[in-house]
């Protein structure tokens, strides 16, 4: 069983930044796909960016160019750089790890993001 703990979130003016850290036990990190959704108030839980075990990226055409996904794979953590926050950014942000090599995924507890305008 793998365990995802995110921290990081918090309130913001907008135009400001936040950073999300993921932090994600077990010994199999470095051969798993990353990824951050998040969900608002009345909305359906949607992709903001993923990073693989490569290192390649993608994001939500929304969030292109404001937010960053990294990995660090010596702590087995996975890190959201947002910047210029909008008020439409404000979600609870969920950590997602997936396995390929098993085929299971985990989630995380969610962080709260609140942008003010």
């Known amino acids: 069983q793998v365990q995802l703990v995110e921290s990081g979130g918090g309130l913001v003016q907008a135009g400001g930044s936040l950073r999300l850290s993921c932090v994600a036990s077990?010994?199999?990190?470095?051969?798993?796909?990353m990824g951050w959704y998040r969900q608002a108030p009345g909305k359906q839980r949607e992709l903001v960016a993923i990073?693989?075990?490569?290192?390649?990226?993608d994001y939500a055409d929304s969030v292109k160019g404001r937010f960053t996904i990294s990995r660090d794979n010596a702590k087995n953590t996975v890190y959201l750089q947002m910047n210029s926050l909008e008020p439409e950014d404000t979600a609870v942000y969920y950590c997602?790890?997936?396995?390929?090599?098993?085929?299971?995924?985990?989630w995380g507890q969610g962080t709260q993001v609140t942008v003010s305008s």
């Open positions: 997602h790890a997936y396995y390929p090599t098993n085929g299971n995924d985990y």
């Open positions: 077990g010994s199999l990190f470095s051969m798993n796909v």
């Open positions: 990073i693989t075990s490569g290192g390649r990226t």
